[in-house]
């Protein structure tokens, strides 16, 4: 089995090359893999620095990375016709920084689970504790991490409404 693809395409890579040798492209040269290559890299299991440039490299349908909280996804194609809002709603995305798109959408904790099997790498100023985990923060994570600033803009937000309300009251009762 010999299969030509790129470093980004972990999983089905790693499925391949434990059927036998496969052929990998890391930045344009071929490279042969063996099995304990592949056992080796399991065991590693290290993300790579990878920079703003080589993610926007990636931005079509058929070539889709995105970042969200600064970890590096390398989507496939079965990922973006099984996502329940269509292949559209993600591949928009692809080549840019996705995260508050994902957490406007108030992902699930099993979608997260699931975009989590695409984490190729990181980038630079990544969370110490988003890096060592290897995945998408919970959704109680988030919540619970102090300086969040959500509830602040909530309540400006309703002072604002409450003091726009008043005014409409006093000015069309005139």
Not at 45 to 70: F, G, Q, R, Y
Not at 83 to 105: N, R
Not at 115 to 128: H, Q, R, S
Not at 143 to 167: Q, R, W, Y
Request: net charge negative; hydrophobic share 40%.
């Amino acid at each position: 089995c010999s299969t030509t693809i790129r470093a980004s395409d972990l999983v089905f890579f790693l499925h391949q090359a434990r059927k036998g040798t496969s052929t990998m492209t890391i930045n344009g040269d071929p490279k042969l893999i063996t099995p304990g290559e592949v056992a080796k890299h399991d065991s590693e299991n290290e993300l790579k620095l990878i920079t703003p440039e080589e993610v926007a490299k990636h931005d079509s349908e058929n070539d889709c990375w995105m970042v969200m909280h600064k970890l590096v996804f390398n989507l496939p194609k079965q990922f973006l016709d099984d996502h329940p809002g269509g292949p559209d709603v993600v591949s928009c995305l692809a080549g840019k920084d996705a995260t508050c798109d994902f957490e406007d959408i108030a992902h699930s904790d099993s979608a997260r689970d699931w975009a989590n099997k695409y984490i190729i790498g990181y980038m630079e100023g990544i969370d110490d504790d988003i890096k060592m985990a290897k995945r998408i923060p919970k959704t109680s994570e988030l919540k619970s991490k102090p300086g969040g600033g959500g509830e602040g803009l909530m309540i400006l937000l309703s002072v604002l409404v409450v003091g726009f309300a008043a005014v409409a009251y006093f000015v069309l009762k005139a």
